[in-house]
């Protein structure tokens, strides 16, 4: 990926996380955890080929369960 792509990218995660905070509040661990979360995600959704239209809300309702766990709100066992 050339710098410019890099750049690029960075800003579009950026924005997302801009996004995420302004529906769901700011991350309970902080901007960089967040940044390198959003990053996880994609990659990881990439991975399983999921399909463009869906890998945002995917990553919407992961980030509150993700919230929820930080907070101590969950019964997540994980």
């Known amino acids: 990926m050339s710098a410019e792509q890099d750049a690029a990218a960075r800003a579009l995660l950026e924005m997302f996380a801009d996004a995420l905070e302004q529906a769901h509040g ?3 661990a902080g901007r960089a955890a967040l940044m390198d979360w959003i990053d996880d995600q994609f ?4 991975r399983l080929d999921v399909p463009d239209q869906m890998a945002g809300p995917m990553i919407n ?3 509150l ?3 929820a ?8 066992q994980e």
């Open 65 to 67: 369960l993700w919230q």
């Open 26 to 28: 700011p991350c309970f």
């Open 69 to 76: 766990e930080i907070a101590g709100l969950s019964d997540n």
């Open 43 to 46: 990659l990881r959704l990439a």
């Open 61 to 63: 309702t992961a980030y």
